[in-house]
């Protein structure tokens, strides 16, 4: 296995795991919005949008492990790349750094550094 593919695959176990993590903590959100008399329908979206980002980042793992193996497959994963830093400069604006700015900030680097190496590899 080449650098590229080593990069893309640690970067999409790292976005996996924090994937599943954090759709497990959803019952914490849920007594946070009790706790801070979050109501219908703003609960049920909070809910639906914290699920749908944790799926969000496990499904990208997926496209980037699979892209990783396809010959053209580094700009699928460059793609993956500016996903992830969207979302890092978009949760960093709202909430702040926090492990998770991290996690996805590195994953970004790795998916970046892995679509990169793939590309020249295929040029």
């Not at 946070?32 to 496990?58: C, H, N, R, T, Y």
């Not at 700009?75 to 500016?82: E, M, Q």
Request: hydrophobic fraction near 60%; glycine fraction near 10%; charged fraction near 10%.
């Amino acid at each position: 296995m080449d650098t590229a593919t080593w990069c893309t695959r640690i970067a999409s176990v790292i976005l996996g795991a924090f994937g599943v993590l954090h759709g497990t903590r959803l019952g914490n959100i849920e007594q946070m919005m009790q706790a801070g008399g979050v109501k219908a329908p703003l609960d049920a979206l909070l809910k639906a949008s914290w699920l749908i980002f944790s799926l969000e980042m496990v499904m990208v793992a997926i496209v980037a492990i699979v892209a990783s193996q396809i010959e053209r497959g580094g700009r699928i994963v460059l793609l993956c790349a500016a996903m992830m830093a969207a979302n890092a400069v978009l949760v960093f604006h709202f909430v702040g750094l926090f492990i998770g700015v991290y996690a996805v900030s590195l994953v970004t680097i790795l998916y970046a550094a892995g679509g990169w190496l793939q590309c020249r590899k295929a040029a």
